[in-house]
């Protein structure tokens, strides 16, 4: 096969939903298409980190298949529910420590809640960077790095093709793991606790904050992608996966690798 053109690969966050990076990957593994950089925001900066460090998509796979999600959960109500250091044992096998050190260039984005502005990570410590990325509102507390005050990338960046341009690839293909989806609740008969607690989408509050930052994450995305304009976008379909639908880990490889599939005419064209 003759020698692909030098790509990039932004992978946007997304929780849960962020296993469908596993899928792409997998195919344009399978076509022999190595990317020349990477860059990712929350869920995709920490699966972006596992391929950037030279491991293949079954790699990835298996590891986070075999890790159970409560390992990760810290039950203490005074504190984050990521247990962030049981997450730095998982992936230090797997992982440099430092951005210098990948054999395959690689960024993460922030944001900084002080100035409002985006954080690029090219370099130091790559442990400390997932943790600010992956600092989703209401669900993990952000931290401090010198002055600032940084929270998940996807607030202002949810797909890095900036970030991947800068790393020097001169294509990019993005994969936007959030298309926004319309909630329809199923009719059904309500428990009196539900009538009287939880009456539906409309009144849930926590629920109703994720879906609003949710929403606004998305919109931003689709101004951003505007701009940047990558070479190619990916949208698995994810339909019934939820942000925290970690459970779904296979169901959301093969949506993304359906996603590439479908598009694989278009990437032989862009890369060969």
């Not at 509102?137 to 341009?165: E, M």
């Amino acid at each position: 096969m003759p020698e692909c053109r030098r790509f990039g690969l932004a992978l946007g966050g997304g929780a849960a939903k962020g296993y469908a990076h596993i899928g792409v990957m997998r195919v344009l593994e399978r076509e022999g298409f190595k990317p020349s950089a990477i860059a990712g925001t929350s869920m995709g900066s920490l699966v972006g980190a596992v391929f950037a460090a030279g491991h293949s998509a079954d790699e990835v796979e298996a590891l986070l298949a075999q890790t159970s999600l409560w390992r990760l959960l810290d039950l203490n109500p005074l504190s984050d529910m990521l247990n962030f250091s049981e997450l730095v044992r998982l992936l230090e096998p797997y992982i440099p420590r430092r951005f210098e050190d990948f054999p395959i260039p690689f960024g993460i984005t922030a944001t900084d809640l002080i100035t409002g502005t985006e954080v690029y990570f090219r370099q130091g410590d790559v442990f400390q960077a997932i943790r600010a990325s992956i600092a989703y509102p209401g669900a993990i507390n952000p931290i401090w790095v010198g002055h600032q005050l940084l929270a998940d990338g996807g607030i202002l960046n949810q797909i890095p093709v900036d970030l991947a341009r800068f790393l020097g690839a001169e294509r990019v293909i993005a994969v936007d793991v959030t298309p926004l989806q319309v909630l329809r609740e199923q009719p059904r008969q309500k428990s009196w606790w539900a009538q009287v607690f939880r009456r539906g989408i409309d009144v849930n509050p926590i629920q109703n904050v994720y879906r609003a930052v949710e929403i606004m994450q998305i919109r931003l995305a689709e101004v951003k992608l505007a701009v940047s304009r990558p070479d190619l976008v990916l949208r698995p379909r994810l339909e019934g996966i939820g942000l925290f639908s970690f459970q779904q880990l296979d169901q959301a490889i093969r949506d993304g690798e359906q996603a590439a599939e479908e598009r694989l005419g278009e990437i032989r064209e862009l890369l060969l």
